[in-house]
């Protein structure tokens, strides 16, 4: 088995609780409302959010299973792996994610995301493949931080 890990960074100047509230705490309501085209659905199949659950997100092309490892709300960290669905294949065990949302000195938020990608035998990503993956990542961050910025009342 191969590993993989990397760490993404991205700031806003939305604060760590909003973001955290919006994008982790609340994505199963809040993410098929912003982006309807893409993603149809988020449900729990387990559990009710917290560390255990299993999310299925349900997109116009198929779906992933997210298992929930941890969600700590006073120090804004998510852990949760991929476990099922696209982006799993005989390539592909498995892709564990930690995001943590720290407060900047701005006032805003520097979101840290390692993620660790564990690959059957000798099977290498290529760096097309590494950086699709980032790009869709950053995007959904950029529409949760739009959504904030465009209401400063939500997520309070």
């Known amino acids: 088995m191969g590993v993989l890990t990397y760490t993404d960074e991205h700031t806003s100047r939305v604060t760590p609780a909003r973001i955290f509230k919006a994008s982790i705490l609340d994505s199963h309501i809040l993410m098929p ?3 309807p085209d893409a993603i149809k659905s988020i449900e729990f199949i387990k559990g009710d959010g917290g560390a255990g659950s299993i999310k299925q997100i349900n997109f116009a092309g198929g779906f992933v299973k997210h298992q929930v490892e941890e969600v700590d709300v006073k120090t804004f960290i998510y852990k949760y792996s991929l476990i099922e669905g696209m982006g799993i ?3 592909i065990e498995k892709v564990s994610y930690e995001i943590k949302f720290e407060g900047a000195p701005d006032g805003g938020t520097l979101s840290k995301m390692t993620t660790t990608i564990y690959t059957h035998g000798d099977f290498e990503l290529k760096e ?5 993956g980032k790009e869709k990542v950053l995007g959904l961050y950029k529409v949760v931080e739009a959504y904030l910025i465009k209401n400063p009342d939500a997520y309070i």
Request: proline share 0%; charged share 55%; hydrophobic share 35%.
């Open 89 to 91: 294949s005989d390539k």
């Open 33 to 35: 409302k912003l982006l």
């Open 128 to 132: 097309e493949e590494l950086k699709a």
